[in-house]
């Protein structure tokens, strides 16, 4: 069984909806991944991050779709970019399929 945590830690977590507006190769990538720019609405605003999911995903599927993503863990640099949130998805080996909600929604909304 995995560790467990309280309600107070599983609070801390900030997750959002956003929506990806650009998307580029990243070929300095230790693996294959996309730099993503990602739209969380006023409060957040736009955030970069890497994702790798090049294994679903062409960059024309990704572009304008909603997804779900952490917002509130620190920058993390991979090779020269800086990743600014989580993009949240289900990982069975190498494939990841993102989590995004059933239907449109507005930017920045909390997942709780």
């Excluded at 995995?2 to 956003?18: A, H, L, N, P, Y």
């Excluded at 739209?39 to 062409?58: C, H, M, N, W």
Aim: hydrophobic share 40%; net charge neutral; glycine share 6%.
């Amino acid at each position: 069984m995995k560790e467990q945590i309280t309600w107070s830690d599983f609070s801390k977590i900030d997750m959002r909806v956003g929506t990806i507006i650009t998307v580029e190769d990243f070929p300095e990538a230790r693996n294959p991944a996309y730099q993503l720019q990602i739209d969380f609405g006023p409060e957040i605003g736009v955030l970069k991050t890497s994702a790798q999911i090049t294994l679903r995903y062409s960059k024309d599927q990704l572009l304008d779709r909603q997804i779900i993503a952490v917002v509130n863990f620190p920058k993390k640099q991979i090779a020269n970019f800086m990743s600014e949130c989580l993009v949240m998805g289900a990982v069975e080996g190498k494939d990841v399929i993102l989590l995004n909600p059933e239907a449109k929604v507005q930017n920045g909304l909390k997942v709780g």
